[in-house]
């Protein structure tokens, strides 16, 4: 079995596994994979009791990785999420406290139910893959996956997510309710114990940076690259978007596209994967006009329409 092969069947093992939990819900399951791939984070925005905190948790445990959650509320400081220096009077000498940021897989849950100074402790872990705490810099365990859980404005006593840190989050994600049938199942699964009792690791911390660096390996095309930048470009020159996708944007739809690729076992990235990826890697990171909310419009609504009239790479007619 060649290396491309053996990665893909680690991940789809690690899909098969989730889906053990998740009911009906394969797509997003399928995106929170890529995101961990391809070294990004991941933003689930749903209502309360959707599953969230799950998705998260059957992430960890499946892969085998060490797991924290840290619990956003208005009073949490940024130590709380760091770790902190403690005075030893044995020894004389401070000792460091680790966080929970120092796990493999971080839930922060309802984060934007903290202010804007605890959100951003986030910050540097995120982009550095390392913390600073009282002028000490710490390197952070590999794999690093930030699950982060996003309660919908319309809730009260949130705090919102600033657009730089928006912009840190690979993919963004919602559940949205189960059908009927699926809510049934979900009850029948749930009637003796919650599945997630019973999940257990099918691959390894080891096993997920192999997906990783063997991610980076697949051929993107020079006409795939230049349509993922058209695309990103066309969201900074929409009439009603006030600031489009970041280069940051461009970026991750290429590392997630490739991620993509490497599930389904192909070497080599597809338009097909940018378009199916492009929603929830680009829409977070649009600001619309206030006329386009007033209108009802969304990010993923603009990508919608910018992937519907953008050429596609090969296509003709």
């Not at 060490?66 to 005075?87: A, C, E, M």
């Not at 189960?178 to 911390?205: G, H, K, W, Y």
């Amino acid at each position: 079995m060649n290396k491309l092969a053996e990665a893909s069947q680690i991940a789809h093992h690690l899909l098969d596994n989730i889906k053990k939990v998740i009911v009906g819900k394969e797509r997003v399951i399928e995106l929170s994979l890529v995101a961990m791939i391809a070294e990004g984070h991941l933003l689930i925005e749903d209502v309360p009791g959707l599953g969230k905190t799950t998705l998260a948790k059957a992430i960890a445990l499946s892969s085998g990785c060490s797991f924290k959650r840290i619990q956003f509320v208005p009073d949490l400081l940024p130590s709380d999420i760091t770790g902190v220096n403690i005075y030893n009077q044995k020894t004389g000498e401070f000792e460091f406290r680790p966080g929970p940021i120092m796990a493999e897989v971080v839930l922060a849950d309802e984060i934007n139910r903290a202010p804007s100074k605890t959100q951003a402790a986030l910050l540097e872990s995120m982009e550095e893959h390392q913390t600073t705490v009282d002028g000490i810099t710490y390197e952070l365990s590999r794999p690093f996956f930030i699950v982060a859980t996003l309660n919908p404005v319309e809730y009260h006593g949130i705090f919102p997510l600033p657009e730089a840190q928006l912009d840190r989050f690979t993919i963004r994600v919602t559940l949205g309710y189960a059908s009927f049938e699926q809510e049934l199942a979900i009850i029948e699964r749930q009637e003796n114990e919650n599945p997630i009792a019973d999940v257990r690791a099918v691959t390894t911390p080891e096993e997920v940076i192999f997906l990783q660096k063997e991610t980076k390996g697949i051929y993107v095309d020079p006409l795939v690259r230049q349509y993922i930048v058209h695309l990103t470009q066309a969201t900074r020159q929409h009439q009603d978007v006030l600031l489009g996708a970041s280069h940051r944007g461009s970026l991750a739809l290429f590392r997630t596209a490739q991620a993509l690729a490497l599930i389904q076992g192909r070497e080599f990235v597809v338009p097909d994967d940018v378009k199916v990826l492009s929603g929830g890697v680009l829409a977070h990171r649009l600001i619309l006009t206030p006329e386009a909310r007033a209108r009802g419009l969304d990010g993923q609504k603009v990508i919608t329409a910018i992937v519907d009239n953008l050429s596609v790479p090969g296509a003709h007619g």
